[in-house]
């Protein structure tokens, strides 16, 4: 199906604009506020860890953070691809717009394992548990960090932070005053942003964005084209004010729309029976609009107080399956300081989602409408037992009306042996529970003719997934080491190891065949009967080479083995163990060549996935950026220059693509 694209955008307009803006070149490069020393990097303030505001030095817990410097230097023009710098995150491309991301293992398109975050609103779906990365977008030039936590977050965020968090930080208003006109357009995609902010009254600041872009479809893995182009627009606001001192209330809210083509899973009982799997082309449009209202306030320097509620709405709409879900969620969190070896933080909070669905002979609800509370509370006492060295004790309390109350402790020692080495070790709890698909889905994904090997029933045989009203969460206890430190002012280290072991893993279990006056019908159904154990090493460092040029780097390895219990098929529903690299290696150049100019490569190696038969690649992106004057840049990107296509993933409900060797140009200018 053909849409009219948002935007044609092509490289001529965009050098055009650039050249026409070109001043005296920017003499004095190093003044960028963005552009962080290593001392500077380790002391880098992040709030995921411990839901307050720390160094990240003193982070118990793998984390890593893209700050704005790593955002600009990226050459990336999404969140997903920008995601691929983060050390330990597998980003495996399927299509044009859709990814599968996970930390850990168990890859998937949906990685249940995984909760995003924005500003604190979640981008996880309950119904089907993962995040729908070619809805997620933002204006990048508007993100002030991103917080990866590899590991569990549960006691901190709740349910599905079992092997990460992803939080995504937005820059406050005061923070991006003036216009910004970013453009880029390129070999696969072209887009362009506004944003502009400004001032109200005193106290006050705020900016609104506008953003559209076009994705042309890519190559299938048959060699004909694919039927993946994607365009979306959105827009959005911001609002900051300070009322009074120490006290901050922040508003902001959004639009979108997206339209993506997609080969989907198309099953049908009609004849002429395929011999396979079936897709089918389809185009998807989502919709949404979120507002978000956040209050802190300091009543003094050891008493802190914050209140946040949201709602969010999300449709969906295909020929095989439409939804419409609805979330309120309102959360408290206080924090206040005990004594003087004692600091807590508690909070309470409650989320309620509506959703409703219309299915079709493939998928398909039941009940097709569900209404779902969540209530939950933590607490968290940071207890200081000697210079340097603190325990932190905790636990998160949710309960959902499927499997009831849920709890996920941790206990997080961290010493800071001295001013630049730190050590940390944890033990903690953290469960995914059961999404909407897997309790009351109902999947047809294959129709099998009859009188053949497969099927020697003299009716066609329909194959599919049926969901397990008795499933109940999956389980996660996890042990961690880390190291950060510093060598000198021109080297880093940070080291974790981790060890994860799992119980009441989801599998697929065979029913028995049941034989209609129209068709049989052979299916699998969800159920807890599979446990495992996951286990591996993840080293990152960096070195300044010289004021003009660092170096950056990243080994992560990952070894897993699940098992089913007695009686089980020991087939996993989502993500096998081959599913994730048992290694991934990055290496990161930023090298200042001068006269205003940036040089930046990132060469990233990925181990084979054997469930899926995908080989090891190697991926080489590089960038080439010019500071026309201040405000004013532009860049020219390559990526996958290695090779003229690969396959990175192959999904289960939509067809792969082949991903291809592309470049794009991007213009930055802010007045």
């Given at each position: 199906?053909?849409?009219?694209?948002?935007?044609?955008?092509r490289?001529?307009p965009?050098?055009?604009?650039?050249?026409?803006?070109?001043?005296?070149?920017?003499?004095?490069?190093?003044?960028?506020?963005?552009?962080l020393?290593?001392?500077e990097?380790m002391?880098i303030?992040?709030?995921?860890?411990?839901?307050?505001p720390?160094?990240?030095?003193?982070?118990?817990?793998?984390?890593h953070?893209?700050?704005?410097?790593?955002?600009?230097?990226?050459?990336?023009?999404s969140?997903?691809?920008?995601?691929r710098?983060?050390?330990?995150?597998?980003?495996?491309?399927?299509?044009?717009?859709?990814?599968?991301?996970?930390?850990?293992g168990?890859?998937?398109?949906?990685?249940?394992?995984?909760l995003?975050?924005?500003?604190?609103?979640?981008?996880?779906?309950?119904l089907?548990?993962?995040?729908?990365?070619?809805?997620q977008?933002?204006?990048?030039?508007?993100?002030?960090?991103i917080?990866?936590?590899?590991?569990?977050?549960?006691?901190?965020?709740?349910?599905?932070?079992?092997?990460?968090v992803?939080?995504?930080?937005?820059?406050?208003?005061?923070?991006?005053q003036?216009?910004?006109?970013q453009a880029?357009?390129?070999?696969?995609?072209?887009?362009?942003?506004?944003?502009?902010?400004?001032?109200l009254?005193d106290?006050?600041?705020?900016r609104?964005?506008?953003?559209?872009?076009?994705?042309?479809?890519?190559?299938?893995?048959?060699?004909?084209?694919?039927h993946?182009?994607?365009?979306?627009?959105?827009?959005?606001?911001?609002i900051d004010?300070?009322?009074?001192?120490?006290?901050?209330?922040?508003?902001?809210?959004?639009?979108?729309?997206?339209?993506?083509?997609?080969?989907?899973?198309?099953t049908?009982?009609?004849?002429?029976?395929?011999?396979?799997?079936?897709?089918?082309?389809?185009?998807?449009?989502?919709?949404?609009?979120?507002?978000?209202?956040?209050?802190?306030?300091?009543?003094?320097?050891?008493?802190?107080?914050?209140?946040?509620?949201?709602?969010?709405?999300?449709?969906?709409?295909?020929?095989?399956?439409?939804?419409?879900?609805?979330?309120?969620?309102l959360?408290?969190?206080?924090?206040?300081?005990?004594?003087?070896?004692?600091?807590?933080?508690?909070?309470a909070g409650?989320?309620?989602?509506?959703?409703?669905?219309?299915?079709?002979?493939?998928?398909?609800?039941?009940?097709?409408?569900?209404?779902?509370?969540?209530?939950?509370?933590?607490?968290?006492?940071?207890?200081?037992?000697?210079?340097g060295?603190?325990?932190?004790l905790?636990?998160?309390?949710?309960?959902?009306?499927?499997?009831?109350?849920?709890?996920?402790?941790?206990?997080?020692?961290?010493?800071?042996?001295?001013?630049?080495?730190?050590?940390?070790?944890?033990?903690?709890?953290?469960v995914?529970?059961?999404?909407?698909?897997?309790?009351?889905?109902?999947?047809?994904?294959?129709?099998?003719?009859?009188?053949t090997?497969?099927?020697?029933?003299?009716?066609?045989?329909?194959?599919?997934?049926?969901?397990?009203?008795?499933?109940?969460?999956?389980?996660?206890?996890?042990?961690?080491?880390?190291?950060?430190?510093?060598?000198?002012?021109?080297?880093s280290?940070?080291?974790?190891?981790?060890?994860?072991?799992?119980?009441?893993?989801?599998?697929?279990e065979?029913?028995?065949?049941?034989?209609?006056?129209?068709?049989?019908?052979?299916t699998?159904?969800?159920a807890?009967?599979?446990?495992?154990?996951?286990?591996?090493?993840?080293?990152?460092?960096?070195?300044?080479?010289?004021?003009?040029?660092?170096?950056?780097?990243?080994?992560?390895?990952?070894?897993?083995?699940?098992?089913?219990?007695?009686?089980?098929?020991?087939?996993?529903?989502?993500?096998?163990?081959?599913?994730?690299?048992?290694?991934?290696v990055?290496?990161?150049?930023?090298h200042?060549?001068?006269?205003?100019?940036e040089?930046?490569?990132?060469?990233?190696?990925?181990?084979?996935?054997?469930?899926?038969?995908?080989?090891?690649?190697?991926?080489?992106?590089?960038?080439?950026?010019?500071?026309?004057r201040?405000?004013?840049?532009?860049?020219l990107?390559?990526?996958?220059?290695?090779?003229?296509?690969?396959r990175?993933?192959?999904?289960?409900?939509?067809?792969t693509?082949?991903?291809?060797?592309?470049?794009?140009?991007?213009?930055?200018?802010?007045?």
């Amino acid at each position: 199906m053909n849409h009219r694209p948002f935007l044609r955008a092509r490289p001529l307009p965009v050098l055009t604009l650039v050249v026409a803006l070109s001043g005296p070149a920017w003499a004095d490069s190093a003044t960028d506020p963005t552009r962080l020393s290593l001392e500077e990097l380790m002391s880098i303030e992040v709030s995921s860890a411990a839901r307050k505001p720390q160094p990240l030095s003193d982070a118990a817990t793998a984390l890593h953070v893209l700050n704005r410097d790593d955002i600009r230097r990226s050459g990336a023009s999404s969140l997903p691809e920008l995601l691929r710098l983060v050390p330990g995150v597998q980003v495996s491309r399927i299509d044009a717009s859709r990814y599968a991301i996970t930390i850990r293992g168990f890859a998937n398109r949906y990685a249940g394992k995984l909760l995003v975050l924005q500003d604190g609103r979640t981008l996880f779906s309950s119904l089907f548990n993962g995040t729908f990365w070619e809805v997620q977008d933002v204006v990048l030039s508007d993100v002030e960090r991103i917080e990866v936590i590899r590991g569990p977050g549960g006691t901190m965020w709740g349910a599905n932070a079992v092997n990460g968090v992803i939080n995504i930080i937005t820059r406050a208003a005061q923070d991006t005053q003036g216009t910004l006109v970013q453009a880029q357009a390129g070999s696969e995609a072209s887009g362009l942003a506004l944003r502009h902010g400004g001032t109200l009254g005193d106290d006050g600041y705020f900016r609104v964005h506008a953003k559209v872009n076009q994705h042309d479809a890519l190559q299938g893995t048959n060699g004909l084209p694919g039927h993946d182009a994607r365009g979306q627009k959105r827009a959005g606001f911001r609002i900051d004010r300070q009322p009074r001192t120490g006290e901050r209330l922040s508003v902001q809210g959004g639009v979108h729309e997206v339209r993506a083509d997609v080969k989907g899973l198309d099953t049908r009982l009609d004849p002429p029976w395929p011999s396979g799997v079936h897709f089918a082309p389809d185009t998807q449009t989502q919709s949404g609009a979120h507002l978000l209202l956040r209050w802190e306030r300091a009543v003094h320097a050891d008493h802190h107080l914050h209140l946040q509620a949201y709602v969010d709405r999300t449709e969906a709409r295909s020929e095989a399956f439409d939804l419409s879900v609805h979330t309120v969620d309102l959360e408290f969190q206080q924090r206040l300081r005990l004594n003087a070896a004692n600091e807590l933080t508690w909070g309470a909070g409650l989320r309620h989602i509506s959703d409703r669905t219309r299915g079709s002979f493939t998928l398909t609800m039941d009940p097709a409408a569900a209404r779902t509370q969540i209530y939950h509370a933590f607490v968290q006492d940071e207890i200081t037992l000697s210079d340097g060295l603190h325990l932190t004790l905790g636990s998160k309390f949710e309960h959902n009306p499927t499997t009831g109350l849920e709890t996920q402790p941790s206990a997080r020692l961290h010493w800071r042996a001295s001013p630049s080495d730190s050590f940390w070790a944890s033990l903690s709890r953290a469960v995914e529970t059961p999404s909407r698909a897997t309790l009351h889905s109902q999947i047809n994904y294959r129709v099998q003719a009859p009188l053949t090997a497969s099927n020697p029933l003299p009716l066609p045989l329909v194959v599919g997934l049926r969901g397990g009203n008795g499933v109940v969460a999956q389980e996660l206890v996890s042990r961690e080491l880390g190291y950060r430190g510093l060598f000198g002012h021109r080297l880093s280290v940070d080291l974790s190891v981790f060890h994860h072991r799992y119980e009441h893993l989801v599998s697929l279990e065979p029913r028995p065949l049941v034989v209609g006056p129209s068709h049989g019908l052979l299916t699998y159904g969800f159920a807890n009967q599979l446990r495992g154990h996951a286990y591996g090493v993840e080293l990152s460092s960096a070195w300044q080479v010289n004021p003009a040029w660092r170096l950056s780097g990243s080994l992560s390895t990952l070894r897993m083995k699940l098992v089913p219990y007695p009686g089980g098929a020991g087939d996993s529903a989502f993500g096998t163990s081959g599913a994730s690299p048992a290694y991934m290696v990055q290496l990161h150049s930023r090298h200042e060549l001068g006269h205003n100019l940036e040089l930046d490569a990132h060469l990233y190696r990925n181990g084979k996935l054997p469930d899926l038969e995908i080989p090891a690649h190697t991926r080489l992106d590089l960038r080439l950026g010019w500071r026309v004057r201040p405000g004013v840049t532009l860049s020219l990107s390559g990526h996958n220059l290695l090779q003229r296509c690969h396959r990175e993933f192959e999904a289960e409900d939509v067809q792969t693509s082949e991903i291809p060797r592309s470049w794009q140009v991007q213009a930055h200018w802010r007045f």
